[in-house]
């Protein structure tokens, strides 16, 4: 399946009439993380929920949903999508630090699993809501544990310092305050620390605090059913070929040999990037070739209107050149430095890889390494299935992104 060689050729021939750009999706790649995923998160008995906020195409969404994974929101209209695409009521899970009324009382309506409250107003307001409707509503504490992802500070949520979550100085607050919330039933604890973890480390400081949190709550005699230990974990941007499934057997693994869990405790997880990022591909083509100063700018029919993270939180994607795998007979081979660029017709050249728009952050790669490109190249930027199409805008009047499936073209 995942022959470097194979996804390229295949692609670029079916490329060639499709007007760029586009996000391409490897329904195949998907499919095979999925089941990597459930049967790694199955051998302990752990639920999955599917952070939508990813991507919540209907086609990734109904693909997901098929491998008996939840839906983690955190918006009113995630929790519609999450509704309208029949995610079970008892599957739902919605978060966010500032959910509004609206929001709350669609959730309410459509009685989701659990609200992940982060807030001590927000549990009043819950509350309220949930009495007006003579309802109870399921909720969990989401828990700032004060532990550092180690990742970008952009995608960094549990630390003090961060606005999400309710902190360990507010717990004693917040519990005492609850007795008095007659409509919310706590049902769990809630924990997410950040994106693109790579350093599983972190991960077993989260289960060290929560094990200690849980302590907190045995003292008190309160019961708690779930433990939702969040998303998080991360891909491989710079070699996807070398990991396009990530290494979901450690990640639950570690949290099968850290966290202490009490009789009867169900452990639940909320995975965005790790299961839709490397299955996704934008597809661009080089508009014009122009030398700079110091280097050569590769200006691209893409920018940051269809792939923010590098502006945002300038992340990394790897950058290719897949006409260049279709030199006149020449046999592509895997290139990872410049000197192992052994197509004999191919010069290697430096370029900044930039898109069309108004704003110099709109940059893919600074002297990125590519074989020598032409305007009409077709250049991928890989891992680019979570966090991509689901942030594209319509800024510069835009067009928005079209999206296509391998099973589909
Ligand atoms: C974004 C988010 C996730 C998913 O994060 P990934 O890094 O994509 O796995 C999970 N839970 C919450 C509350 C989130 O905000």
């Not at 979901?248 to 299961?275: C, M, T, W």
Request: hydrophobic share 40%; with cysteine.
């Amino acid at each position: 399946m995942s022959d470097t060689k194979m996804f390229k050729e295949n692609i670029v021939s079916k490329l060639e009439t499709i007007p760029t750009p586009f996000y391409y999706y490897d329904v195949e790649v998907l499919k095979q993380t999925l089941q990597k995923l459930k049967a790694e998160s199955d051998k302990y008995g752990f639920i999955i929920h599917y952070a939508l906020k990813a991507n919540a195409n209907n086609k990734i969404i109904d693909i997901i949903k098929s491998y008996n994974i939840g839906a983690d929101c955190v918006s009113g209209n995630e929790v519609k999508k999450a509704v309208e695409c029949d995610f079970k009521p008892e599957h739902i899970v919605f978060a966010g630090v500032g959910k509004n009324d609206a929001e709350i009382n669609y959730a309410l309506e459509n009685n989701i699993f659990c609200f992940n409250c982060e807030s001590l107003q927000e549990l009043e307001v819950l509350n309220e809501l949930a009495a007006a409707k003579k309802k109870t509503a399921g909720i969990a504490l989401r828990i700032n544990p004060n532990v550092n992802a180690n990742t970008h500070k952009y995608i960094t949520t549990g630390l003090e310092e961060n606005k999400f979550g309710i902190n360990l100085w507010e717990l004693e607050t917040v519990v005492n305050a609850l007795k008095d919330f007659k409509n919310l039933n706590l049902i769990g604890l809630h924990f997410h620390i950040g994106s693109q973890i790579m350093d599983l480390n972190s991960f077993k400081s989260l289960c060290l605090r929560v094990n200690e949190i849980q302590g907190w709550f045995v003292n008190r005699k309160i019961t708690i059913q779930n433990i939702n230990v969040g998303g998080g974990l991360g891909v491989d941007y710079h070699e996807p070929e070398a990991h396009l499934i990530t290494d979901f057997a450690s990640y639950f693994k570690l949290f099968n040999d850290f966290l202490e869990l009490q009789p009867g405790q169900k452990v639940h997880f909320e995975l965005g990037r790790a299961i839709i990022a490397q299955c996704g591909t934008l597809i661009s083509k080089v508009l014009y070739i122009k030398k700079g100063v110091n280097t050569n700018f590769a200006i691209l029919d893409a920018g940051m209107t269809e792939l923010m993270r590098p502006a945002l939180y300038q992340a990394y994607h790897k950058i290719e050149n897949l006409s260049k795998y279709q030199v006149s007979g020449i046999k592509y081979q895997e290139a990872s430095s410049e000197s192992e660029i052994r197509n004999p017709k191919s010069e290697i050249f430096k370029y900044d890889v930039v898109g069309p728009i108004c704003e110099s952050s709109d940059c893919f790669g600074k002297a990125v390494i590519l074989p020598e490109t032409k305007r009409g190249d077709i250049v991928a930027l890989r891992t680019a299935g979570a966090y991509g199409e689901v942030m594209s805008s319509a800024y510069n009047l835009r067009d928005r992104v079209k999206a296509f499936y391998s099973d589909e073209i």
